[in-house]
């Protein structure tokens, strides 16, 4: 069936070191979600990338979504202890109304102070 | 503005025993979506309804759940009986939706922890 992996699963870093998760489909996505669930939160979405190629930034997190559409990244620069929690990408599948939003399994990032 | 409410925010109950969970969606949102999280499993989709009608429900796991939402503004998904393996947390979130499938932004409630002993 459709998949959305991402990886890696758990990321430590040290505070002020970069971070990268990256999701990838085994089919092509109309369109990519990412979202942040903070420890004991739920998740909440932060961007949503539709055009091939597309890059996006808020402040220190930069976006990518793939040239084929198959794949997506969260880039964050020089971590902050606020950034630790869950990310996690969601694709959507199709353009008809039995598309579906497939989570990913999330990346744990732990900045260490 | 309210967001999504989900209630009750913890229950804790003995195997056997029916549960139910309530979400209030975004006003003016017309797709709502409930999810099942676990450290195993991940965030697991199990039902999801458009105009308040059930689209895809491939995700319930077994015939003891079920979901209903008899208006706009309210749904239910129910465990009956519950078992201690449906401990988890449990979310719904709701979007804006012009199709029969929403790929909109969700926003999701605070969740409800549930613990079956």
């Known amino acids: 069936g459709q998949q959305v992996m991402q990886i890696p699963q758990y990321q430590h870093v040290q505070e002020g070191e970069d971070f990268t998760t990256y999701c990838n489909s085994s089919?092509?996505?109309?369109?990519i979600q990412w979202y942040k669930q903070r420890p004991g939160g739920h998740p909440v979405f932060l961007i949503q990338?539709?055009?091939?190629?597309e890059v996006k930034k808020q402040k220190r997190l930069t976006f990518q979504f793939g040239e084929a559409k198959k794949n997506s990244s969260l880039h964050i620069t020089a971590t902050q202890t606020t950034d630790v929690g869950t990310y996690f990408c969601?694709?959507?599948?199709?353009?008809?109304?039995?598309?579906?939003?497939?989570f990913g399994q999330g990346t744990t990032l732990q900045v260490k102070p | 503005d309210a967001g999504v409410i989900q209630s009750p925010r913890h229950e804790v109950t003995e195997m056997g025993q029916e549960v139910t969970l309530r979400c209030k969606p975004i006003?003016?949102?017309?797709?709502l979506f409930w999810y099942r999280q676990t450290m195993m499993r991940g965030l697991e989709l199990l039902i999801y309804?458009?105009?308040?009608?059930?689209?895809?429900d491939s995700g319930m796991p077994e015939d003891r759940f079920s979901a209903k939402m008899p208006n706009a503004s309210f749904s239910t998904l129910k465990i009956q009986p519950s078992e201690p393996r449906d401990s988890a947390v449990y979310f719904c979130?709701?979007?804006?939706?012009?199709?029969?499938?929403?790929?909109?932004?969700?926003?999701f409630g605070d969740g409800t922890r549930l613990s079956i002993l």
């Open positions: 979130a709701s979007s804006h939706g012009t199709r029969a499938y929403s790929n909109q932004p969700q926003h």
């Open positions: 089919t092509t996505l109309s369109n």
């Open positions: 990338l539709v055009k091939s190629g």
């Open positions: 969601a694709g959507y599948h199709g353009s008809s109304n039995t598309g579906k939003l497939i």
């Open positions: 006003s003016g949102h017309n797709s």
């Open positions: 309804f458009n105009n308040n009608v059930p689209i895809d």
